[in-house]
């Protein structure tokens, strides 16, 4: 059975930082790229950042310099510090995985979990 669960979410101010967690169970985690989503009221889930399974990473323009993705093979883990975050990012963020290759597409991906909510106020 495949199983991500994220934590680490919470309400935080504008400038703060939040540390997001992924983990997983039931699938080879080194073989697989992890993605970050987010998701806020009213709008289509969007792709934040990822990461392949040999390392490299991608980001959207939004998050670019302030967000930073990162993971554990040992822990079979996957991580998304935020920093100075601002109101937009407020959003419930999803982690997923797929094969290989990173993707900005959610409907390239293959499992997800459940979501954190992230509110970051004014």
């Known amino acids: 059975q495949k199983h991500l669960a994220e934590s680490g979410g919470g309400l935080v101010q504008t400038g703060d930082s939040l540390r997001l967690s992924c983990a997983t169970s039931?699938?080879?985690?080194?073989?697989?790229?992890m993605g970050w989503f987010r998701q806020a009221p009213g709008k289509e889930r969007e792709f934040v950042a990822a990461?392949?399974?040999?390392?490299?990473?991608g980001y959207a323009d939004s998050v670019k310099g302030r967000f930073t993705i990162s993971r554990s093979n040992a822990k079979n883990t996957v991580y998304l510090q935020m920093n100075s975050l601002k109101p937009e990012d407020t959003a419930v963020y999803y982690c997923?995985?797929?094969?290989?290759?990173?993707?900005?597409?959610?409907?390239?991906?293959?499992?997800w979990g459940q979501g954190t909510q992230v509110t970051v106020s004014s």
């Open positions: 997923a995985a797929r094969t290989r290759t990173w993707n900005r597409s959610p409907g390239a991906y293959d499992y």
């Open positions: 039931g699938f080879t985690f080194s073989n697989y790229a």
């Open positions: 990461v392949q399974w040999s390392g490299g990473t």
